[in-house]
Each structure stands twice: as C-alpha cells, then as structure tokens.
C-alpha cells in the first residue's frame, strides 16, 4: 500500500495536544489526517472550577460541530474514523484539577475525562514531577487515586512525572499505565527524557510511551530531523517491543509558527518564573518541531517517512494509533 494511502486508511492518535486548545488550530489535525487526539484539560495549574469550565467549554464545541465526537470508549475512534469525524479525548496533565478530593475524579469520568496525567514537572499531593529537586514515590493520597482511576476506568499517565514516583504508580496500578509523551535519555540526555528502566517498567504493565516533537527532547541543536523523532520511536521499539510505541507530538501554543518569537519568549519566561519548567530541560525558543512534521497539518509525512525507513505496514499502523487503541479498550472497555 502507498504511504499515502496507508496514512488515509490507519487510526491516527495523536496522544497529547495542548494546542488543540486554541480551537483556531484543531483542523490542522484534520488536515493531517488525525482520527482522534487528546487535547490538554488544565492540571499544571488551576483548581476544580477551572477544570471543569474547560471540560464544559469542549462539550459546547461538539454541540456546535457535526464533525467531533467526545471519545468515551475506544468504539468512539472507530466511529469517529468511520463518520470522518475526529475524535477528542479529554487528557489532564497534572492534577491541580482535583485539589485534594479524591471524589471530584467521579465526576471527571461522568464528564468524559480519560485520562489523567499524575504530576506537571513539580511536587504535588500524588507524589514529586519529572523537574522537582527530590525523587520522592507516590504518596498516600497517589496510591488512592490510582486505585480510584483503575475503578472507574481513566487510564494512568506519568508523563512530567518523576521517576520513582511513575515506578510506584506502574507497580500499584492494576491497569496498564502509559507516558503519554516522553522520549528516551539514552537518545537525547535531556533530564524530562525517561530512562530504559521505566520504559520497561510501562511496557511491561501493558502500556505505551508517546515519542514527543518538541525540540529539546530530541536534539540540542535547533530544529530536530524527521529522522530524529522516528530514531527515538525505534529505540524504543528496540528495546520493548513495537507494541509499546506511539505518538504523543505535544505540539502546543509557544511554538514556531504559532506564536511569533516575543510572544513565544514571555510565554516560556512565566513558565521558567512559575516553576513549570526548567531551563536545564527547556531551553528559551524559538521551537520548531521536527522537519516535515512541524505543525499537525502534515502529519502524513511521518506514515510516509515511515514507510521509507522500512518500518511494516503493521507496525506503522500501530505506532500511528492502534498501540494506543489496545489500551484504550483495555480500561475503557470497547
């Protein structure tokens, strides 16, 4: 099959979104052939009102639009790929958006959240982020939670969260945990990068790490290659298995040519003064994603560079989305 053919044909997912949240954007997605992607929920920050204005403000988009479905179970991407319509699926990163209610989780599931990611870069009640000074594990407080998300069926993600703690989290959970978007320190020594260990850890629960575009996680030099990003997704398909692979691009609103290089530079520099970031991991912009894949609108480029590095049809298309779907139908349900 052509590459792009294929790309038409295969479940696309890409695993987090942050610029989805500017809705301008969401049909760059559809340009590139995405069938579902996961926009960020607030989580780094904020409380519960913020979280759930946010998940009601994407329900009023779906009501407005006959072409987004909210996406429930893994049945939704398929009906979403059927219909030709894409599929959001509600991701927090962070979980500000709980303060310290472990009930408030009940009603995120009801409101059509899926996933939630356990710490944004610092400490917080369910154990220290991928940025903190300690690598403390997972707290009390972690360990109900997770035993809540497994109940309910919300999938556990440790992307920006520490190593010990996203260990913890992968030994207590009864599911299968993922990073959403992480990439390998042994391809790129940048310190937000996961080490093999936890990449084993997570493959072995059942689950998936998402290979990230964003520059610094995959080069020091500027503007990484396509190449670049399909290296991290074979390292890890070396060293785990393809099973355990897939796409979580993380493009998001501080990157090139989204925002211009000032705008871009205040937006990181609140980032760096809040805590959120470190310059250690996240060097000032500008942030041009990797070449042919810069923004979402050409995503087909990835399937077709895929196919010329000689990657499978199969194992293309499950890199592409169907990794992702295996353990969405695992916790979800079907």
């Known amino acids: 099959m052509k590459a ?10 890409d695993a987090t979104c942050p610029l989805a949240r500017s809705i301008s954007h969401i049909d760059w997605w559809r340009e590139g052939g995405a069938t579902a992607i996961a926009p960020t929920v607030t989580g780094m920050s904020g409380n519960a009102r913020t979280g759930f204005g946010q998940i009601g403000g994407w329900h009023r988009y779906v009501r407005e639009r006959n072409d987004t479905i909210i996406v429930r179970q893994a049945a939704d991407i398929e009906r979403a790929k059927q219909e030709n319509k894409l599929g959001l ?3 927090c990163q962070g979980t500000a958006l709980i303060e310290d209610e472990i009930d408030l989780v009940d009603s995120y599931y009801e409101a059509g959240l899926r996933i939630m990611q356990l710490c944004y870069n610092r ?3 369910v154990g220290d982020g991928a940025g903190e000074r300690t690598d403390s594990g997972l707290s009390h407080f972690g360990v109900r939670l997770i035993e809540r998300l497994n109940a309910l069926g919300i999938i556990v993600d ?3 969260t520490g190593h010990r703690t996203s260990m913890d989290a992968v030994e207590v959970s009864s599911a299968p945990v993922i990073i959403s978007h992480a990439n390998a320190y042994a391809v790129q020594d940048n310190g937000r990068n996961i080490s093999d260990e936890l990449i084993r850890a997570v ?6 790490v998402g290979t990230v575009g964003f520059p610094p996680f995959l080069t020091w030099e500027g503007q990484p290659t396509l190449d670049r990003f399909i290296d991290d997704i074979a390292y890890k398909a070396d060293l785990v298995g393809i099973d355990h692979v897939g796409i979580g691009i993380d493009y ?3 990157q090139y040519p989204v925002e211009d290089d000032a705008t871009a530079l205040a937006r990181y520099e609140g980032f760096i003064r809040d805590g959120h970031w470190r310059p250690q991991e996240y060097p000032p912009p500008p942030y041009k994603f990797p070449e042919a894949i810069e923004t979402p609108r050409t995503l087909q480029n990835l399937t077709a560079r895929l196919v010329e590095r000689q990657f499978s049809e199969a194992d293309i298309r ?14 979800w349900g079907s």
């Open 123 to 125: 400490k917080n009640l």
């Open 4 to 13: 792009a053919d294929l790309h038409r044909d295969a479940i696309v997912i």
């Open 252 to 254: 998001y609103q501080g």
């Open 318 to 331: 499950k890199v592409l989305g169907l990794n992702w779907m295996r353990v969405y139908r695992n916790v």
């Open 158 to 160: 440790c992307a920006h």
């Open 203 to 208: 493959a072995e629960s059942g689950g998936i």
């Open 89 to 91: 699926i509600l991701h």
